[in-house]
C-alpha cells in the first residue's frame, strides 16, 4: 500500500486530528487526508443583499479535493477499507468520485455500483481514478428496485468478505461521522449562526451536520442550535413536504428529479433528519428544477462561484423562505456542496447566452468595442 500524501488544516493538523474528540476512534489511525475539509466559507456579494439578506454565507463544499463534501467521509471510509485492499460501494455520483480519489491515493481497488442517470462529469472522474464503475438501471430512481439492487449488492459484498459503503447513517454510520465535521468548522467561522440550509436527496449531510451541532452543544461551545432547514427538488420530496405538514416520518416516492445527488428514492436517514429539524426549529422546502438552475447561472454570474445542482438547491430553498418571510435575524448558511464542472451539461447549458467566439487579429479592436 503506497504511503498517503498528509496535508494539515487550521492549526497545522489534518481534518481528522484537529476534530478527534468528535471523531469514532476506531477509524482515525487509518484515515486517510488528502487535504479535504477547513473549506472557505464567504460572504455573498450579491444574492443576499438583493434578497434582503445582508448576513448570508455560502460554505464551499465544492472545493474539497474531489470537489464535494463526501471527502469528509471518504478518508474514514477508504482508510477503515484500505487494508483488505478492496471495497465496494454504492452512489448517485459524487460518493462514487470521491471514494475511487481516495483509493487511488492508498492503491485500493473499488468497484462503484451508481445511478443509472449519473452525470457524464462523474463518471468520467471515477473512471479516471481507476475505479471499476458500473451503472446499474432504475437504481436510485425507483423506490422497490432500489431496495433491490440494494440487497443485491449487499449479499455480493458480504459472501466476497468486501465492506460495502453508502453515504447514509443507515448503512455506513461511522465514517458518516466524518461529515460533522462541517458543523465545526461552521461554528469556528461565525460562531452562533441563525439558520443553516441544506440539499438533501437520502439526507445523510443532513443529519451529519445536525449531529456536529449537537456535539458542540453536548460541549457547551454552542448556546443553541442553528434552525436546520431541508431543501429538496420537486421530483426528490422524500422529507420536506413531511416535514412542513408535521408528519413524523419521511416517505418513499418514485424519483423524477434530473438534480444529480438529489435523487434518492428511498427512505435512508429521512426518518432521524425530520427528528433533527423539529428539535433544531427548521422546516422543509421544496425547489422546482428550473428554480434550481436559475439560481445556479446566478451563483457563477453575480458570486463567481461554480457549482453543479445540487449545490444550488440550497440557495433556492433560501430565497423561497426569504419571500415567505420565514427567516430570523442571525447569520445564514448554504451549504454548496459540489463542484460545477461535475454536471458538464448544465455548465454548457449556461454558457450558451454568452459562448466564445472565433476570431482573427483583425477583429480584437473592434470586439473591444461591443
Known amino acids: 500500500m503506497r504511503s498517503e500524501a498528509m496535508p494539515v488544516g487550521r492549526g497545522g493538523r489534518g481534518l481528522y486530528e484537529r476534530y478527534a474528540r468528535f471523531m469514532p476512534q476506531e477509524l482515525l489511525g487509518g484515515a486517510v487526508d488528502l487535504g479535504q475539509g477547513f473549506t472557505p466559507l464567504v460572504s455573498s456579494r450579491s444574492i443576499g443583499p438583493k434578497a434582503g439578506i445582508p448576513n448570508l454565507y455560502f460554505k464551499l463544499e465544492s472545493l474539497n479535493p474531489s470537489g464535494s463534501y463526501k471527502d469528509r467521509f471518504a478518508g474514514l471510509a477508504v482508510g477503515h477499507a484500505a487494508a483488505a485492499g478492496r471495497f465496494v460501494a454504492t452512489s448517485s455520483g459524487n460518493t ?51 431496495a433491490r439492487v440494494s440487497e443485491t449488492i449487499e449479499r455480493a459484498a458480504k459472501a466476497r468478505g468486501l465492506e460495502i459503503f453508502t453515504t447514509a447513517y443507515a448503512k455506513s454510520p461511522l ?3 466524518g461529515i460533522k465535521t ?16 441544506v440539499p438533501a436527496g437520502g439526507g445523510g449531510l443532513y443529519v ?8 458542540l452543544l453536548a460541549e457547551g461551545d454552542l448556546a443553541t442550535l442553528p ?16 416535514l412542513r405538514e408535521g408528519a413524523r416520518e ?19 436517514d429521512g426518518h432521524i433528519a425530520i427528528e433533527h429539524a423539529r428539535r433544531s426549529g427548521g422546516t422543509g422546502h421544496v425547489v422546482g428544477e428550473d428554480r434550481i438552475r436559475e439560481v445556479q447561472a446566478r451563483l457563477a454570474r453575480e458570486e463567481g462561484i461554480l457549482v453543479e445542482p445540487a449545490g444550488a438547491t440550497s440557495v433556492a430553498g433560501l430565497l423561497d423562505a426569504a419571500v415567505r418571510g420565514e427567516l430570523g435575524t442571525g447569520p445564514v448558511v448554504c451549504l454548496l456542496t459540489g463542484h460545477g464542472f461535475k454536471d458538464p451539461a448544465t455548465v454548457d447549458a449556461m454558457s450558451t447566452a454568452r459562448p466564445p467566439r472565433l476570431i482573427d487579429r483583425s477583429q480584437i479592436e473592434a470586439s473591444l468595442d461591443v
Open 96 to 146: 462514487g468520485a470521491a471514494l475511487a480519489a481516495f483509493s487511488a491515493a492508498v492503491g485500493c481497488r473499488c468497484a462503484l455500483f451508481v445511478s443509472e442517470n449519473a452525470p457524464a462529469g462523474k463518471l468520467a472522474q471515477m473512471a479516471a481514478y481507476g475505479a471499476d464503475v458500473f451503472r446499474v438501471k432504475h437504481y436510485t430512481i425507483d423506490a422497490a428496485e432500489s
Open 175 to 177: 465514517p458518516m461521522e
Open 182 to 197: 462541517i458543523a465545526y468548522e461552521l461554528f469556528e467561522d461565525l460562531g452562533e449562526i441563525g439558520e443553516v440550509f
Open 208 to 215: 451529519a451536520t445536525c449531529r456536529g451541532f449537537d456535539d
Open 227 to 242: 434552525r436546520m432547514h431541508i431543501v429538496q427538488p420537486t421530483g426528490n420530496d422524500t422529507m420536506a413536504t413531511p
Open 250 to 268: 419521511a416517505r418513499h416516492v418514485s424519483t423524477s428529479t434530473s438534480i444529480s445527488g438529489l435523487g434518492v428514492s428511498r427512505v435512508l
